[in-house]
């Protein structure tokens, strides 16, 4: 019997928390309703809610957002913009600190997350998975050298809380599997580990 319970929470528990993120990540979505004029939206079109449709309104808005800024006309919107946010005190602070973490995350050309690492944390003889996220720069790179990287090392099971070191290169070990492989490698706690790929010292 109890094998089982088991096998049959192995089956609902991974299905429960993807179906409470996707309800969570649509009903959020769904306020983007809440921009249409109140005649607009579905409840008055239609007499009902139509759960999801703000999901597709949110996709259009940010489709044409991209496609709107991707012109002269557009970039020099964007900049006037980021110019009044600027001369806000507080709100400049969030806004540059976020746009920096995003450009980083989303830019084609940005190397965030693009390598998984093996380093000794917290201390020598334990080791764990982390992701190099850079070089470090500005003053910090003056009293480090260029032998130095930037390192994000995740913990578990959520991967958004973490910490942010700095490592001389001899001390991580680039390895071969892929970011995603990696992800959920410490996500299930070593449980799913990744096949067997060979890794090279830096």
């Excluded at 690492?117 to 982390?130: D, F, H, K, S």
């Amino acid at each position: 019997m109890r094998r089982y319970l088991i096998t049959g929470l192995l089956i609902w528990v991974p299905l429960g928390i993807t179906i409470w993120v996707l309800h969570a990540i649509v009903t959020t979505m769904d306020q983007s309703l809440l921009l249409l004029p109140q005649e607009w939206r579905p409840k008055a079109l239609l007499g009902f809610d139509v759960p999801g449709l703000g999901v597709l309104l949110t996709v259009v808005i940010v489709f044409i957002t991209g496609l709107v800024t991707a012109n002269v006309l557009g970039q020099r919107i964007v900049e006037a913009w980021e110019s009044i946010l600027g001369r806000i005190p507080f709100v400049k602070s969030i806004y540059n600190s976020v746009k920096q973490v995003s450009d980083t995350l989303f830019s084609s050309s940005g190397q965030a997350f693009r390598k998984a690492l093996l380093i000794e944390w917290p201390r020598p003889g334990m080791w764990t998975v982390a992701f190099l996220t850079g070089t470090p720069s500005g003053d910090v790179s003056r009293h480090l050298g260029d032998d130095y990287v930037s390192v994000y090392v995740p913990t578990t099971p959520n991967p958004t809380g973490g910490y942010f070191v700095m490592l001389p290169r001899t001390a991580v070990i680039e390895l071969e599997m892929s970011v995603d492989e990696a992800l959920k490698y410490i996500i299930s706690m070593g449980v799913a580990p990744p096949g067997p790929t060979p890794v090279k010292q830096r």
